[in-house]
């Protein structure tokens, strides 16, 4: 079974910060690296992060620097910790396996960051 939720997106000033949170389900997590994903309005969707199931970690030169990701692998979670947001930052985040391995999206969550 493939399960995807997403968490934590809400309305914040540019400035600010927001921690996104996903959990999985057991066997997609657990054999995959995860990734962070987002789409703006009128944009195609676009990896921001990605971590590998040993924690290396790779980011989008537009965020490196501001956003960290982490996983919780007794969890089955992956953390996406946005600092610094800016307005650009606005978005449907979602995450996924890294590659997407899965024809399937969960809800995503909305970050809406105000200028």
């Known amino acids: 079974q493939v399960q995807l939720v997403e968490s934590g997106g809400d309305l914040v000033q540019a400035g600010g910060s927001l921690r996104l949170s996903c959990a999985a389900s057991g066997s997609m997590f657990s054999m995959n690296a995860m990734g962070w994903y987002r789409q703006a309005p009128g944009k195609q969707r676009e990896l921001v992060a990605a971590?590998?199931?040993?924690?290396?970690?790779n980011y989008a030169d537009s965020v490196k620097g501001r956003f960290t990701i982490s996983r919780d692998n007794a969890k089955n979670t992956v953390h996406l910790q946005m600092n610094s947001l800016k307005f650009e930052d606005t978005a449907v985040y979602y995450c996924?396996?890294?590659?997407?391995?899965?024809?399937?999206w969960g809800q995503g969550t909305q970050v809406t960051v105000s200028s």
């Open positions: 996924n396996t890294r590659p997407l391995r899965y024809d399937y």
């Open positions: 971590i590998t199931r040993g924690g290396i970690t």
